[in-house]
Every structure is written in C-alpha cells, then in structure tokens.
C-alpha cells in the first residue's frame, strides 16, 4: 500500500494544533477561573496521570485486533464529547472528574498513532521525522494564532476554541487509513522478555527523568513569563520559536542519523536539556538568554523524542510496536509527566520558579548519568 504522507501529517498537524492551544495557555486558564498554584499543579499531574493506564489499556486492545485506526477514532470521539464538559462548570471536582476522564481517551490517541505511522513505514522507520514535523507545524500555528487572539479577547473563550479544534482532529482520524499489523508467530513473544532487560530499565529511567524535568516547563512556564512582565503573545511566540527549533531536528534528522550514533545524539540532548532549564530559571531578564533557552527544545524534546521512537523500534521490533509505544508513553510522560506536575505545583508558591527549574536541570543530570552507563551502548542496539 502507497505511504499517506498527507493524511498521516495531517492527523499529527490536527493533533498537535490541538496541544498547541491546550498546553501553553491551560494553565493561564485554571489561573484566570480563580485555581492556586497548588490546584494548577494537581489538575496538570491528572491529566497526565492516566498516560500510566491508558495507553497500556489501549495498546493490548490494539495488539489484540492487529489495528490502531478503529481505536484512535473512537477515543479521539470520546475525548472531544467529554472536553465539553469543561464548558460546564469550574468548581474544583469537576474539574477534576472531567480532566481525568477526558485525559484517559486523549492520551491514548497519540502511542497508537505512533505505532501506526511506524506500521506504514514498514522497513523506513528513519522517515518518521519527515511525518511528525508537521504536528509541530500545526502546534506553531495555533500557539502564535491563540496567543494573538487572547490579547484582544477573554481567556475564557479557550475551551471552546479546543473543542473545535478536537471536532477536526476527529475527522482527521475518520480519513486516515488502516494498516494491519502483519502475523510472524515466530518472533512474537512475550514482551517481557525484552522490557525487564538493564538497557531497557535504563533507557525508561532516563526518558521518564527527563519528562519530570519538562514537568515545570509544561505547567507554568507562561505563567514564570507573565510574572515577569512578558504578554500572552510574546508568550505565544517563545512556544512557537521552541517548536520552530524542534521541527529543525525532524528535518535534519534523516541526515544526523548518518553522522552520529543514537546513543551520542541522546547524550547531547540531556546535555543541553541540562543548560537549557539552567537558563530559564536564571535568564528570564535577558531576552537573548530566554530565546536560546527556547531554541535548545530542539534537544530537551525533538533530538531526544526522535532518538526514543527509533530505540523502541529496535528494541521491540514491529510486533510489540504498539505495547512499547505504550510503555514509553506510560513511563515517560505518564509517570514522569505526573511527578514533574506535583513537584512544580507544590514547590511553586514555596520555593520560587527559578529553583524548580533547577531541580528540574539536577533530573536531566540523573538521567545523563544513566544514558551513559547503560543506554545504546551495545551494536546492534536491537535487543528483542
């Protein structure tokens, strides 16, 4: 079957078009409807909570059929039906109860649309990046055009302005191909045999280390910029110059695959992950500082994301595809996700922005530490 480029690019633009009017300004959102630093940082920690569940619950169902495009359609249904319920009302356990279940169909969507696009590369998996930057297109486009908008009108349009955002993501599912995912018995095991492997805990460790350090960015990052005098444009325009760099290393990254190995490409990334969160909490008075801060996401999320889709699909080859998708979702921006929210929520108010940026540079030390010892550093890398 012929590759849809265009259709498998335009579910990631829709996709991410849709976190780019959710993720930078949500926060701005709860603020405005009158929740704490600490509520903030609990509701954040929910909804990324459920990626420890529900993609290995979405994921089995997937492997159990051979399919991921039936799934994807119906949570991609669930989660824009269920959003609207934030139109509703706004006290705290609502809030909360809607944030959960809406997050549960949500964060499975993306895995198993990884895993497919992977299923259509087949033997191509390098030109995977070519695909996915465009979702940091439509994740620019909507975060400088939201960012425009709420300037001139109330934040609380927001809600409204995402749940038509998931009514196209939606359609976008409904035109988007099936692949099915082909039999070989032979190499079909349990997926144990390869998860409880030292390479394979390590290479957990570190992404779930560096999604804890993204924890603070994600939830008060706009908030850090707006107590320190910058507008929600200006805001806008930082989200979209990071998002600008990392589609940069998509574009690039067919040809830094030939250049250098996956494990240097990985250690440089928590490198710079490292210097990168040093620079926000110390840099936010020098508007050079916080723009090469931004321009270093190239490496805090695009070279380090990349690195992990192509480790997954050798390490767990096309048969577990959809479990490791998964399993890396689960690990790394569920429980990760979830620990970077609370610790961020609760040390906010206590402690200052510019030290939980700190903390969340010390993550990125840890998990560099760790890819060192004990991540890629076998040839082959395949381990399933």
């Known amino acids: 079957m012929r590759l849809p480029y265009w259709r498998l690019s335009g579910f990631y633009f829709c996709y991410f078009a849709t976190l780019g009017a959710f993720l930078p300004f949500w926060s701005l959102y709860l603020k405005q409807i009158g929740f704490a630093a600490q509520e903030i940082g609990e509701l954040t920690a929910m909804l990324v909570a459920t990626k420890v569940v529900a ?114 993501n939606w359609l976008m599912a409904l035109i988007t191909p099936e692949v099915i995912q082909s039999q070989q018995p032979a190499a079909v095991g349990s997926v144990f045999a390869v998860l409880f492997k030292p390479e394979i805990l390590a290479f957990f460790a570190v992404y779930m280390l560096l999604q804890v350090a993204h924890g603070p960015y994600y939830v008060f990052y706009s908030v850090y910029l707006q107590q320190n005098g910058y507008s929600a444009t200006f805001t806008g325009m930082l989200w979209a110059l990071g998002v600008c760099a990392e589609i940069g290393v998509f574009y690039w990254m067919f040809g830094l695959l030939k250049w250098f190995s996956l494990r240097g490409l990985l250690l440089a990334s928590l490198a710079l992950s490292m210097l990168r969160w040093l620079m926000i909490a ?97 040839k082959p890398v395949t381990l399933g």
């Open 55 to 168: 993609p290995h619950v979405w994921s089995w169902l997937a492997d159990k059929r051979g399919r991921c495009m039936g799934l994807i359609r119906i949570t991609a249904l669930l989660s824009m039906l269920i959003f609207g319920g934030f139109l509703v009302r706004h006290d705290y356990q609502w809030v909360a109860i809607v944030t959960v279940a809406f997050s549960f169909f949500w964060n499975a969507t993306l895995p198993q649309f990884e895993a497919a696009t992977l299923l259509h590369l087949k033997a191509e998996p390098q030109r995977y990046s070519r695909i996915r930057l465009w979702g940091s297109v439509g994740f620019i486009l909507a975060v400088l055009g939201i960012g425009r908008f709420l300037d001139d009108f109330s934040i609380e349009w927001l809600p409204w302005i995402i749940t038509g955002l998931l009514v196209i």
């Open 282 to 378: 110390y840099g936010t008075q020098s508007l050079t500082i916080i723009v090469v801060a931004q321009l270093l996401h190239a490496a805090s999320f695009g070279l380090a994301h990349v690195v992990a889709i192509q480790l997954l699909h050798r390490y767990f080859g096309e048969a577990h595809q959809s479990k490791a998708q998964g399993l890396y979702s689960s690990i790394s921006f569920g429980l990760g996700g979830m620990l970077g929210s609370f610790y961020s929520g609760y040390c906010w108010d206590k402690i200052g922005g510019d030290l939980v940026f700190v903390i969340a540079s010390l993550a990125c030390g840890l998990a560099l530490i760790i890819a060192f010892i004990g991540v890629a550093r076998q």
